[in-house]
């Protein structure tokens, strides 16, 4: 069963939605309460329809699920569920979304980071402030890419390079987070 949800995870990841539909159906053949495979079979349906939005309700909840107190599959089900929403209002519960994982994870939305740095001068400095004690929550892929080139203007090489690592698992296909490892690495 592991297996499988593994390799559904994968497939999800790597935008092969059918195949991760699939595998997620054998988990919940053997498992029908398994909350993550109900969460990627209904994510791996609507992503058919809506696909940036799956691929963010799935990042969201990867983040969330463990959380104490956490409700994250009743509110991904809900949204999927509400055929009649718009684009607008998926993002604005996404957003809601992001502000209460940061409030349990000890966070700070990337949004308030850049406020932060601005009241701070400048990016090294507010980075410095917060990097041991909490966590920046960015779910946004241009967001993602701004923070990688702050850290690597900043000197945070080593940080910025464990980042893109992290990425590439999640996104191996991706172009930007492939060209700046093998930038980093030559460094």
């Excluded at 592991?2 to 995870?9: I, Q, R, S």
């Excluded at 089900?77 to 718009?86: F, P």
């Amino acid at each position: 069963m592991l297996k499988y949800k593994e390799l559904a995870n994968s497939n999800f990841f790597n935008r092969e939605y059918k195949k991760a539909l699939f595998n997620y159906s054998l988990v919940l053949e053997d498992a029908p309460y398994d909350k993550d495979a109900r969460v990627g079979v209904l994510l791996s349906d609507f992503a058919s329809e809506k696909e940036d939005e799956a691929v963010l309700l799935f990042e969201h909840y990867e983040r969330a699920k463990d959380l104490e107190d956490s409700t994250i599959d009743e509110v991904i089900e809900e949204i999927v569920n509400s055929s009649d929403l718009d684009d607008d209002y998926i993002f604005e519960l996404l957003d809601n979304l992001e502000e209460n994982i940061a409030t349990f994870e000890d966070g700070i939305i990337y949004e308030d980071f850049l406020d932060l740095m601005q009241a701070k001068g400048g990016f090294k400095k507010a980075f410095e402030d917060i990097m041991f004690s909490t966590k920046i929550i960015i779910h946004k892929r241009e967001d993602f890419i701004d923070f990688v080139n702050l850290l690597i203007e900043n000197d945070f090489k080593d940080m910025a390079l464990n980042y893109v690592e992290n990425a590439l698992l999640y996104y191996p296909s991706e172009l930007f987070f492939q060209k700046t490892l093998k930038q980093l690495e030559h460094k």
